[in-house]
């Protein structure tokens, strides 16, 4: 079974780098992130794609259109499937979504982003949603396997952030400490991230990069997108990538591939 997650930051825009991501890697789930805009384009081109992807939830922003949204396509058919906490007022942007297989429970997850400048409420908003989130992880873990995908918003450690990105660290989104507090929060709960343990030296791998003063093709980018599994998973892993060369938002696809 292989698992994409990708940040897409507007689907309407890049449905044709979708198609091709599709075409090329071929997974057997498609998580995306920052979908924004579902309208009559991105329908037509949802129902011609259930010739592949059969089983399809998507999540819009009910709040403020235009804005976050997440969505998964699948070729099996989950088990259960839930949007959002039903915490109604951590579940009003569209973040989370929840598919529950036979082997493993997967979490799509967009958390929200905060930075040095975001205002109190905002902060406080991001603390509770995280903690919603652990024990979301915490429940499913009781109960069996979890994968959990999307833009974690946060960076592991500095392996992960361009020493550009370095300077700024705690000026942005992804490095207030809450964010990164959040990050190892989940690890420490037993999750595993597949890209680390497949490849524990590599640098210079990452997943965002800003649009700006060409920070993509100079790699001056960081690693906000993960693939977390719980240890009952990691050996069924086979490998994990991220694959830079996708074009189509400001960040690029990352995959995890399972024998299960």
Request: overall charge negative; glycine content about 6%.
């Amino acid at each position: 079974m292989k698992v994409i997650s990708w940040n897409i930051n507007g689907i309407r825009k890049s449905i044709k780098e979708v198609e091709a991501c599709v075409t090329k890697h071929q997974p057997d789930i498609l998580c995306l992130q920052e979908t924004k805009v579902v309208d009559d384009t991105v329908k037509e081109w949802l129902e011609e794609m259930q010739q592949y992807y059969p089983y399809q939830y998507q999540q819009t922003a009910a709040v403020k259109a235009g804005y976050s949204g997440t969505l998964c396509l699948s070729k099996e058919r989950p088990l259960r499937y839930q949007e959002g906490f039903e915490i109604e007022e951590l579940d009003g942007e569209g973040r989370l979504q929840t598919m529950e297989f036979a082997d493993f429970a997967l979490v799509n997850a967009y958390l929200p982003s905060v930075h040095a400048k975001t205002s109190l409420e905002r902060q406080s908003y991001r603390m509770r949603w995280d903690d919603a989130l652990i024990e979301r992880i915490e429940d499913l873990k009781m109960r069996g396997e979890v994968l959990l995908c999307g833009d974690l918003n946060a960076a592991h450690a500095k392996e992960d952030m361009s020493s550009a990105h370095q300077r700024y660290e705690g000026l942005f989104s992804g490095f207030v400490r809450e964010d990164d507090q959040t990050l190892l929060a989940l690890l420490e709960l037993g999750l595993v991230d597949t890209f680390r343990k497949h490849h524990p030296e590599r640098r210079d791998a990452y997943t965002w990069w800003s649009n700006k003063n060409g920070k993509r093709e100079k790699n001056q980018g960081c690693r906000l997108d993960y693939i977390l599994v719980s240890k009952g998973l990691t050996p069924y892993v086979e490998n994990a990538e991220i694959h830079r060369d996708v074009q189509g938002s400001d960040h690029c696809p990352i995959e995890a591939r399972l024998d299960l």
